[in-house]
């Protein structure tokens, strides 16, 4: 039978808890492998409608997306105070974003002009990274081109780490073609500082390139906080797939997810043969099975 003195106590503790603040879903904090979205993969959708978009993302049960686009203080041609009032209405987080070097662009919010304004917008947006996420072709066309964009890199760094901000760089499949007889990955691994830049290995990319991701977690231990989940299709083509439908790994990649350092992941995929809504929910519902 319940005590008197325990049933007070319960009853207290129930009526302090029906007290307490309830905490938003957009401001819980993120687990470290809640499966994120990087919105590059529904680009078209958000040509024609980003707040439809983005919620139609949330109902698939992504809680976490990363950006991209940044120019003139906004994102898809919104200002990034209205996109962030998007995504608190969806339930979603943005802890990471892709922002471009600035060479050839000539837009604000690029490392070499407007950084100051891009880090502030991304502490609004409650980044945890800024990723560097594609060169044009006349920004990396040469070794000294990548050496200097080392030194932009460590500059960038520091001042992202000045705002609780860490930098990463994001691959594609043209860092890993010789070029002047050295790996332009490693170039940049070896000439910027492992506090100041961090990296989000693409694991489509490099693979389609013919390196292990193993190698480089072996290599470069705790380098690599980001990751983007990619398969390729079983084929000549060497196509995208819906992650877990195609020819990578994913299973002894995870497995070393602590020596590489890995803290998220977004799911990617530049195109697709079915409705990129259903390829991405393929993807989620994938994830969500294996045991990491």
Known sequence: MTSRRKFLRDTSLLSAAMLLPQIPAWARKLAPYDIGLQLYTVRNMLEKDVSGTLARVASLGYRQVELYGYMNGGYFGLAAKEIKSILIRNNLRAPSGHYKYGLIDDFQGTIRNGWEKAIEDAKMMGHEYMTIGWLHPEERNSIDRYKKLSEWLNMAGQQCQAAGIQLCYHNHDFEFQELEGALPYDILLENTEPG??????????????????????????????????????????RFFAEVGYGSIDFASIFAQKKKAGMKRYFVEQDESRRNMFESIQMSREYLLKMEF
């Not at 072996?218 to 079983?234: A, Q, S, T, Y």
């Open 196 to 237: 100041l830049l961090k990296m989000e290995l693409d694991m489509y990319w490099i693979v389609k390139a013919g390196y292990d991701p193993l190698a480089y977690f072996d290599k470069h231990p705790g380098r690599f906080p980001l990751w983007h989940i990619k398969d390729m299709e079983k084929s000549p083509e």
